[in-house]
């Protein structure tokens, strides 16, 4: 990884991070001074990456971003960061990620990566075909809204797990950032205040029409001060009880009632609340060369795809010739992009016929390695010529065949990216979602006479709409009860494969194309020579599995005669990423923030 940066970026960056430490044994939350709160600019906005000496966190919301950095000051660790930082995240940033949803959390303890699963699982009363009206499935918005959309929320009781085995300091103290926001309010963002305005579902819920719009059905303006006590009240319990508070009691009564109104109501109980246990799973981890290093890429297993997905991806790129620089004018050039969409497909393809929760689905050859086996890799990568294929059919992985059938193309949405590293040498990528933006669109109060509250995901929209193909023949990533949706999401930790040295931590939200964002991050880094913020700022592309996409109004026009030349459907297309990456330099650590969101990086 190329880590060299111009010397006006290093300065602004390292003064960026001058502030005064507060002492660690008397530690109080300091509330940003709402006049700062949080960028005044939306849209495409430059981030000049940050450097810092000992440690660093990066989130999608500079109040997220600075409340884990108070957390480090303190003497906390890295999971606790991490569990301040989601907690203001689901307060600032309720369109992607909260205490409603679910998450994948990576550790790196200074010797050992875990793998921390509190992904959202269906009801027990779940349906297989409880997506599907007169014979098909409902469309996408519709099965967002509905009740059946639902899922037992994982997030906090994933910390709460995660945090009494990597915590340092106590559970309650994390809490106080988001619970202090939320009392004395935040200022609407520009991205939050686009976001309501654009969302028409929203507003068809009470709750969240009270508490997030205006009384003429215009969002708050940006810069209106949101409060919303009780969201606070209810991480005042959570803080004095632990998950216990949000899966029992006043609050898991209060989710149970949303989800059982109409439309279509859900069939989510106290009893799946209750029962709720997150996973605790082995990282997955393969072996990548580049520029003549060898880097150990560790992710998260099934029910992600995405960690698989990117494996695949890199390692056919890797078996195939470039015909020439894979960068030109500082932008991915025709050639790459060709063989890196036609990769996707493939990878895609695997996706689509194998990947689904690991605890009812059998991995191909008994091994979800076998989709990474270099051998396999090489024999899928001769698939790609000089021109795009009419269709990318699923492999053989181990030599065997499936009886499912593969999932048709979805709709994802959503999430918000977590990385920290701290003084100590552990670190945390977490990827974190609610699913589509504001979820289900069902906001959850103890207390209706009391403003605001928390959203609930829909999680289960993740899960094939349709059970069966026209033959028959079920799909791995159906609706089961007691099952984990199949993911995208993407929490990546990079270490030197010779030292063991942790190098990156990084990933990002957009749905199925988080695998596209999260690969361009780690080619951009270890194949191109760019730093985390370079490789950031790099136009996004790739395919789903079908048309190659380009981010709009960033590639010319000889760019897209060029693929269109190979056979390929070009669309022009908002990929709206939000990268977070922290990187090891010679000095310390370098982080990233994404120009098309809000995020901004912290640390000393």
Not at 153 to 176: K, N, T
Not at 456 to 467: Q, V
Not at 561 to 582: F, N, P, W, Y
Request: proline residues 8%.
């Amino acid at each position: 990884m190329n880590t060299h940066l111009p010397l006006s970026l290093t300065l602004l960056a390292l003064l960026s991070g001058c502030t005064t430490q507060p002492p660690a044994n008397n530690w109080r939350y300091s509330v940003p001074d709402l006049a700062i709160q949080p960028e005044a600019a939306s849209g495409n906005t430059a981030k000049p990456g940050w450097a810092f000496t000992r440690q660093a966190v990066a989130a999608a919301n500079p109040l997220a971003t600075d409340a884990g950095h108070q957390v480090l000051r303190a003497g906390g660790s890295a999971l606790d960061a991490a569990i301040a930082v989601q907690m203001v995240l689901g307060l600032v940033e309720p369109q992607s990620s909260g205490i409603g949803g679910g998450a994948f959390l990576l550790h790196f303890d200074g010797q050992k990566v875990t793998a921390h699963d509190g992904r959202e699982t269906a009801p027990a009363g779940a349906r297989a075909d409880m997506f599907m009206d007169q014979g098909k499935p409902l469309p996408f918005p519709e099965a967002v809204q509905s009740g059946h959309s639902v899922g037992v929320p994982g997030a906090v009781r994933m910390l709460e797990a995660a945090h009494r085995q990597h915590g340092s300091l106590p559970w309650a103290q994390l809490l106080q950032p988001a619970i202090t926001l939320a009392e004395q309010g935040f200022r609407v963002s520009p991205r939050l205040h686009a976001l309501l305005n654009a969302d028409a579902l929203l507003k068809k819920d009470p709750l969240a029409l009270r508490f997030f719009y205006q009384a003429d059905g215009q969002a708050w303006p940006v810069g209106h001060v949101l409060r919303n006590p009780e969201y606070a009240h209810v991480l005042r319990l959570i803080a004095a009880q632990g998950s216990r508070a949000l899966h029992e009691g006043p609050v898991a009564q209060a989710m149970v009632a949303r989800t059982a109104q109409a439309p279509r109501p859900g069939t989510l109980s106290l009893q799946d609340l209750a029962s709720y246990q997150p996973r605790m799973r082995e990282a997955l981890c393969f072996d990548h060369t580049a520029s003549a290093r060898a880097y150990r890429l560790c992710g998260f297993p099934p029910p992600s795809s995405g960690h698989i997905a990117i494996g695949q991806i890199l390692g056919m790129l890797g078996n195939t010739a470039a015909e020439g620089p894979e960068l030109t004018a500082g932008l991915p050039s025709p050639d790459f992009l060709h063989r890196y969409t036609e990769a996707s497909r493939l990878a895609f393809a695997d996706r689509a016929q194998f990947v689904a929760d690991p605890d009812f689905v059998q991995a191909p050859a008994g091994n979800w390695r076998s989709l990474l086996a270099l051998g396999y890799l090489r024999e899928r990568s001769q698939l790609i010529g000089a021109q795009a294929m009419k269709s990318a059919p699923a492999g053989q992985p181990g030599g065997q065949t499936t009886s499912f059938a593969p999932m048709p193309t979805q709709t994802e949405y959503g999430t918000s990216h977590i990385s920290v590293v701290d003084a100590q040498g552990r670190a945390v990528a977490m990827t974190t979602t609610i699913e589509a933006a504001f979820g289900s669109r069902r906001m959850v109060t103890t207390d209706p006479s009391r403003p605001g509250g928390f959203l609930l995901n829909n999680e289960l929209t993740d899960f094939s709409l349709a059970p069966a193909d026209a033959q028959g023949r079920s799909i791995a990533n159906r609706v089961e009860p007691g099952k984990r949706p199949r993911s995208s999401m993407s929490p990546t930790l990079v270490f030197d494969k010779t030292t063991g040295q942790l190098l990156m931590s990084g990933g990002s939200p957009g749905g199925a194309a988080i695998i596209h964002y999260t690969a361009k991050l780690l080619t951009g880094t270890l194949h191109w020579g760019l730093n985390a913020q370079q490789a950031i700022d790099l136009p996004n592309f790739g395919s789903l599995g079908g048309p190659t996409m380009l981010e709009a109004q960033r590639f010319n026009s000889s760019t897209v005669d060029a693929l269109k030349a190979r056979g390929h459907e070009v669309r022009d297309m908002e990929m709206t990423s939000g990268l977070q990456a922290i990187e090891r330099t010679p000095n310390g650590w370098f982080g990233g923030a994404d120009p098309r969101r809000e995020g901004v990086v912290k640390g000393d």
